[in-house]
């Protein structure tokens, strides 16, 4: 069974830090492109940030300079550093993962609020 289980979130004052994983279980991780989105209330979920399986990083140009995603395939995670958040930046972030593989395995996450405010 495959599962995706985010965790970090939380309340952040804005300028502050936060740090979202995303543990991956039931796939070989290693051949998983991942990504971060994000869904505000009464918006569309966004692209946030996205790491190869080559580890190339992509990111909006809404959080560049200001949010990092990495990985460790060793532990199957995905993170998403986020540091001098804005309140715009509250939402609810989801994690995903494509197979470089096999097209159809898109999975998703089930979600992590992060909420900016002082």
């Known amino acids: 069974q495959v599962q995706l289980v985010e965790s970090g979130g939380g309340l952040v004052q804005p300028g502050g830090s936060l740090r979202l994983s995303c543990r991956a279980s039931?796939?070989?991780?290693?051949?998983?492109?991942m990504s971060w989105y994000r869904q505000a209330p009464g918006q569309e979920r966004e692209l946030v940030a996205a790491?190869?399986?080559?580890?190339?990083?992509s990111y909006a140009d809404s959080v560049k300079g200001r949010f990092a995603i990495s990985r460790d395939n060793a532990k199957s995670t995905v993170y998403l550093q986020m540091n001098n958040p804005k309140p715009e930046d509250t939402a609810v972030y989801y994690c995903?993962?494509?197979?470089?593989?096999?097209?159809?395995?898109?999975?998703w996450g089930q979600g992590t609020q992060v909420t900016v405010s002082s």
């Open positions: 790491i190869t399986v080559g580890s190339t990083t």
């Open positions: 039931g796939v070989t991780f290693s051949m998983y492109a």
């Open positions: 995903n993962g494509q197979s470089a593989l096999v097209k159809s395995r898109n999975y």
